[in-house]
C-alpha cells in the first residue's frame, strides 16, 4: 500500500529565513505528488503538483518542490518565509490510474515563524 | 466562480445518531470525494462518487455511505455515530474529463460528537 512520511511533526524558522519540508513516499510506481497548505479551521490549498516533466516544479507564494525519483522525495522549499506562511504543510500522492485519483497524505508538518 | 462549498460549517451530534453533510462542487467538476482529518492528522479517504456512483472506497466502515446527485452535488452520511466520528470532513472536488488536474478542496464541516 502506499504511504507518505514526513518526518517532521513540527518545524520553526525565523522570520526572512530559508525552508525546507521533507516528504518521502512509499509507491509501486511514481505517483502523482503534491504539497497542500492549511491554515487554521480552513480547507487544504493547493501550493504544487508533479505530474511530470521537469523535476523541479514551481508553486503559488514562492514555493518549489523536487522530485528525486532515487530517493522517493518530493521536498518543499520556499528561500525567504514570511510571518504569513505559518500553518501545516500536508504532502500528498495519487497513482496515475485514471478514476482512481483518491490522495494519500502524510501526517503534516505544522510551520511556526517567529519574527 | 464558486469553489467547493460545504454545509453546514459546524455540527455536534451525540453518539449513536446519525448526521448528513453536504458538499456542492467546484463549477465544472463532476467527481467528489470526502476526506475525514482527525486532529492532528492528515486526510483520510472515504470514498469518492463520480456519475452517481460510488467509485472507489477507503477502509471505512459501512456506517459511512454517500450519494451524488444529476448536479454532481454530493452528500455523506454517517450512522450510529462514535466518539472517534469526530473529526473535520473535506469534501474535494475533480474533473474526470481534465484528470491530470488537481482536487479542490473545501473549508470543511467540523463534526463533535458528544
Known amino acids: 500500500a502506499q504511504s507518505v512520511t514526513q518526518p517532521d511533526i513540527h518545524i520553526t524558522v525565523s522570520e526572512g529565513a530559508s525552508l525546507e519540508l521533507r516528504c518521502n513516499y512509499s509507491y509501486g510506481a511514481t505517483p502523482y505528488l503534491f504539497w497542500y497548505v492549511q491554515s487554521p479551521g480552513q480547507g487544504l490549498q493547493l501550493l504544487l503538483k508533479?505530474?511530470?516533466?521537469?523535476?523541479l516544479v514551481q508553486g503559488i507564494k514562492g514555493f518549489e518542490a523536487e522530485f528525486k525519483r532515487s530517493q522517493s522525495s518530493f521536498n518543499l522549499r520556499k528561500p525567504s518565509v514570511h510571518w504569513s506562511d505559518a500553518a501545516e504543510y500536508f504532502c500528498a500522492v495519487s497513482p496515475r490510474d485514471t478514476g482512481r485519483r483518491a490522495l494519500t497524505f502524510g501526517s503534516g508538518t505544522r510551520l511556526q515563524v517567529q519574527p | 466562480d464558486a469553489g467547493v462549498t460545504q454545509s453546514p460549517t459546524h455540527l455536534i451530534k451525540t453518539r449513536g445518531q446519525q448526521v448528513t453533510l453536504r458538499c456542492s462542487p467546484k463549477?465544472?467538476?463532476?467527481?467528489v470525494s470526502w476526506y475525514q482529518q482527525a486532529l492532528g492528522q492528515g486526510p483520510q479517504f472515504i470514498f469518492q462518487y463520480y456519475e452517481e456512483e460510488e467509485r472507489q472506497r477507503g477502509n471505512f466502515p459501512d456506517r459511512f455511505s454517500g450519494h451524488q446527485f444529476p448536479n454532481y452535488s454530493s452528500e455523506l452520511n454517517v450512522n450510529a455515530l462514535l466518539l472517534g466520528d469526530s473529526a473535520l470532513y473535506l469534501c474535494?472536488?475533480?474533473?474526470?474529463?481534465?484528470?491530470?488536474?488537481?482536487?479542490?478542496f473545501g473549508d470543511g464541516t467540523r463534526l463533535s460528537i458528544l
Open positions: 508533479y505530474f511530470s516533466g521537469d523535476t
Open positions: 474535494a472536488s475533480s474533473s474526470d474529463r481534465y484528470s491530470n488536474q488537481p482536487q479542490h
Open positions: 463549477s465544472g467538476h463532476d467527481t
